[in-house]
Each structure stands twice: as structure tokens, then as C-alpha cells.
């Protein structure tokens, strides 16, 4: 497991993994957010959260694919399938991999772009600290729906339709911990109710993932 | 005929009209898909028995 | 004879075929009273004036949009459990017609909403919730449509629909944390103070009776040229095959 780990964060990091470029998306998201809605400081920073949640999602999003896809298509995965590991095994270990090189670095770069929307700062902790609890379950939701997707053709857009809806929680979670911690509210409440969000579908989803692996294998 | 709506007539009239007009073309499509493959099934039946 | 016999496709197109026309005249008789009395028949509500009539429409749909996602649930959770093809058919059968009633849900909820509430949309609880649910059918229904395996759209479909139960839940207990809502409670409950007048009742549970068997007809109806389109299906290939 740690050697499968280990070849899917080098993949990812080598030149043409897309490491960078969902850092990048998250980037040029959130620039283009005030030019969408202009640049009154009030309003930007009533909508950082939200905002900074919303790019972060999907810059998520977009690298979803690069967790089964690729593997599907030189075979890789037909191996996984047959290795001593368990699939469940694999499915968590490749969403795991896959939030260390895209969840990570976007919750450590947040509090940077925050800036930029002129987000208030006692909420920087609390951005840092819900997408750092938020994005695992962004992750592993995303593993189940590229699993799902994983044999077809053109199932990028088929895969944003799937996994966008179960984002839900996660988002008004997040969201709703970082705009209360920059007005000073209670926010331990939604974040714990993040975190409960995260555990259970780490705890769970892999379990699906390994299911629609199984059958799109087959 | 028509009882008296009172002020929300549009809302009320364009409720029903909504709600009606996706339930019959719900029915229809239902209807019209099975009617297809009905038909193909009996063809593709006969022709293997022939 | 127990209840699994009729899992048997043959079984299954006799019998649904026998209670299908029942099935649709009491839906189309059921519907018509239901609505006749309601629009024509009911006195005006002394605060929503005559939109009270939309009542008729938007209970009903929203009943059968949920328990239709349920119905998907439990005929979802029977296919994976036991692998009767009949009933992957019938998930997939009654997905386009929860989708439908969740749109009508949401249609009159909004036309009733712009008078009452002085807007078409609010963000309200159970409104948001009903559009996440429409979220949840269409993705349902993409993937059933966008894979050509018809095992292996079954199976992927079926995970989806657990995995989307359990978010669906979440999300209904996420959305109502995010924002406290316009919506009044719930029409109907055994608790009598919380009911509608009896006026309005009768009527309503003739539609709700009306819609229930509606869908349950159109699911039977689609199962079974689902069934048939499969055998279409099976056909034709051992014909390219001879």
C-alpha cells in the first residue's frame, strides 16, 4: 500500500500529473470572482467563504479523473484488482494519494487567495482548518463518482453531474464555519459536523468505491 | 362554469396548466415508448419464426 | 407461492398485465375527482385566497417525488441483495417519473410561492432540499442512460442510488442547519391541530390516492416494456450473431 502511495504522489507530481494546475484553477477562480462581482471590499468579503469554498471544490473536481483513468487505461488497475491488497484497500490508499496532492496544497494556499477577497482575517484559521478537515471527504466522495465513471468514454461531465449533488453537505459545512469564524460566531458547531461528514465517508465510501470498481472490472 | 378565482386566477390556472401539461406528456412518452417496442418485438418475433 | 415469484419475468408481465388497467383507470379516475372537487368545489382559504388550490397538485407530487426515490431505494437494494432483473427495471422505471413529480412539486411550489411569499424561489429548507433531490434523479437517470452494458448499468446504478440515500439524508439535515425556512409544516400528520381543514382534506386524499396510482401504474407500464425492450435486445443480437 505504501508503494502504491508512494507511485501515485510521483506520478501526480511529475510534469504533466496536474499537481500545479488545480492550484492553479483554484487561483484563477478566485480571481475571476470580483471581476464578476465587483470589487466593493464589503461584498467580497461577505462571499470569500463561500467563494474560496466553491473554487476549492472545483479545482477538486477537475482532477478527479486522473485517480482511475489513467490506470484503467494502461491496465494498471486490472492488476490492482488482482494484488494481494484488498480493492477497498486501493480505493483509500488512491483517494488518499490523491487529497495529499490536491487538498493539502489548496487549503495551505487558501489563506493566500483569501487575501486577495479580502477575507476577514480571523477567519483564515477556520479556512485553513475546514478545508483541511473538508477536502478528505471531497476526495473520497470523488473516488466513488471517477469509479463510477471510470469505463465510459466521456464521463467527465457525467462525473460533475454524479458528485457535485453529494458535495452538498460538505460545502455548507465548510462554508458556513469559516463565514461564522470571521463574524465571530460559533463556529465549532458546523466544523464538527464537517469533520463527522469527513470521517464517516472515509470510514464508508471506500467500501463503495471498491463495489463500482469491481463491476465496471468486470 | 369556472368558479370564481378571485385575484390569483393566473397563478392557479397556470398551476394546473403546468402540472397537467408534464403529467400527460409523462403518460405520453411512457405510452409511446412502449407502443415502439412492442410493435418491434412482435415484428422481430415473427420474422424469427418464419 | 411466495412474493419472490414474481421476480420471474414471466410472471411478472402476467400479473403486472392483469393489474395494470386497473392500476390506470383508478390513477386517471382518482386524479380527475380529486382535482374536479378541488378546483371546482372547495370553498377559498381565508388568507391564501384561491391559491389554496394548488394544494391539490403540489402535496400529491411531492409525496410520490419522495417515495419514489424511496421506491428506487428498496428495488435498488433487492437487486443487488438478490439479482432480479425485474427489479433493477423497475428502479430504473421510476426514476424519470420521480423526476417528473419533483418538477411539479417544484413548478407549483413556485407559482404558489410568488403571490404568498412574494417570490418564485427561496432558499428555504425543504425548496432547496426538493432541488437537491431533482440534482439526484437527473444524475440517476445520466448514468443509467450513459452506459450500454445493461448488467453492469444496473449494478453501477444501484451503488449510486444507496450511496445517494444516505447524501440525500445528509443533505436534508445540512441544509435545514444552513438556513431556517418559509415552508409550513407539514400538512398532513396524525396530529389533528396540525391538519388542514377537513374541506381541503377529503379532496387532497382522493388526488393523493389519484397520483399514488399513477405512479404506480406508469412504473408498472415502463417495466414492462423495459423487460420487453431487453428481450428486443436479445434478440437482435443473436440475429447479427446467426
Redesign the interface.
Known amino acids: 500500500m505504501r508503494a502504491l502511495l508512494l507511485r501515485d504522489l510521483r506520478l501526480a507530481v511529475r510534469s504533466g500529473g496536474g499537481f500545479g494546475l488545480s492550484l492553479a484553477f483554484f487561483l484563477i477562480v478566485t480571481v475571476l470572482i470580483p471581476f464578476g462581482v465587483g470589487p466593493e471590499p464589503g461584498v467580497l468579503a461577505r462571499i470569500a467563504p463561500g467563494a474560496l469554498w466553491i473554487g476549492a471544490l472545483l479545482a477538486v473536481l477537475l482532477s478527479l479523473d486522473r485517480i482511475f483513468a489513467l490506470d484503467r487505461e494502461d491496465g494498471t488497475l486490472d492488476l490492482l484488482a488482482t494484488a494481494p491488497i484488498p480493492l477497498e484497500a486501493v480505493a483509500a490508499t488512491k483517494a488518499l494519494a490523491h487529497w495529499l496532492t490536491t487538498g493539502l496544497p489548496l487549503a495551505l494556499v487558501a489563506p493566500g487567495l483569501g487575501v486577495l477577497l479580502n477575507l476577514a482575517p480571523a477567519a483564515t484559521g477556520w479556512l485553513i482548518g475546514s478545508l483541511l478537515l473538508g477536502t478528505p471527504a471531497l476526495s473520497v466522495i470523488g473516488a466513488?463518482g471517477a469509479a463510477?465513471?471510470v469505463?465510459?468514454k466521456r464521463?467527465g461531465l457525467?462525473m460533475s453531474?454524479?458528485v457535485?449533488?453529494?458535495y452538498?453537505?460538505t460545502l455548507?459545512?465548510g462554508a458556513?464555519a469559516v463565514g461564522r469564524g470571521g463574524a465571530g460566531a460559533d463556529a465549532a458547531t458546523?466544523l464538527m459536523?464537517l469533520a463527522g461528514?469527513s470521517l464517516g465517508t472515509v470510514a464508508?465510501?471506500p467500501f463503495?468505491t471498491a463495489?463500482?470498481l469491481r463491476?465496471?472490472l468486470? | 362554469m369556472m368558479p370564481e378565482l378571485g385575484k390569483y386566477a393566473a397563478e392557479v390556472t397556470l398551476a394546473y396548466g403546468v402540472s397537467l401539461c408534464l403529467l400527460a406528456a409523462l403518460v405520453a412518452a411512457t405510452v409511446l415508448r412502449s407502443r415502439r417496442v412492442r410493435r418491434d418485438l412482435r415484428e422481430m418475433e415473427k420474422r424469427r419464426e418464419d | 407461492m411466495s412474493l419472490w415469484e414474481y421476480a420471474n419475468p414471466v410472471r411478472f408481465m402476467a400479473l403486472s398485465g392483469r393489474v395494470l388497467p386497473w392500476l390506470a383507470w383508478g390513477a386517471g379516475l382518482c386524479i380527475a375527482a380529486g382535482l374536479f372537487w378541488g378546483f371546482f368545489l372547495t370553498p377559498e382559504d381565508y388568507r391564501q385566497g384561491s391559491t389554496v388550490k394548488i394544494i391539490y397538485l403540489h402535496v400529491p407530487a411531492a409525496l410520490v417525488a419522495i417515495n419514489g426515490w424511496l421506491a428506487m431505494l428498496v428495488a435498488s437494494l433487492i437487486w443487488l441483495v438478490r439479482r432480479h432483473h425485474v427489479s433493477a427495471l423497475v428502479a430504473r422505471a421510476a426514476a424519470p417519473v420521480g423526476m417528473v413529480m419533483t418538477v411539479i412539486a417544484l413548478a407549483t411550489g413556485a407559482i404558489w410561492g410568488q403571490p404568498m411569499w412574494g417570490t418564485w424561489w427561496a432558499w428555504d429548507p425543504r425548496l432547496t432540499s426538493f432541488l437537491i433531490l431533482f440534482l439526484f434523479y437527473l444524475g440517476y437517470i445520466a448514468l443509467w442512460s450513459a452506459i450500454e452494458e445493461p448488467e453492469t448499468a444496473a449494478d453501477l446504478t444501484g451503488v449510486l442510488c444507496l450511496v445517494g440515500s444516505v447524501f440525500a439524508i445528509l443533505s436534508r439535515y445540512a441544509v435545514n442547519f444552513w438556513n431556517q425556512g418559509l415552508h409550513q409544516g407539514a400538512s398532513l400528520s396524525l396530529d389533528a391541530k396540525e391538519n388542514v381543514a377537513d374541506v381541503f382534506w377529503w379532496p387532497l386524499l382522493v388526488s393523493m390516492a389519484g397520483f399514488v396510482m399513477l405512479f404506480l401504474a406508469l412504473v408498472l407500464a415502463r417495466t414492462r416494456t423495459e423487460i420487453r425492450a431487453r428481450r428486443l435486445h436479445v434478440l437482435r443480437l443473436r440475429e447479427r450473431m446467426e
Request: a positive charge.
Open positions: 466513488f463510477l465513471t469505463g465510459l464521463g457525467l453531474l454524479l457535485l449533488p453529494l452538498v453537505p455548507i459545512f458556513l458546523p459536523m461528514v464508508v465510501l463503495a463495489a463500482a463491476i465496471n468486470r
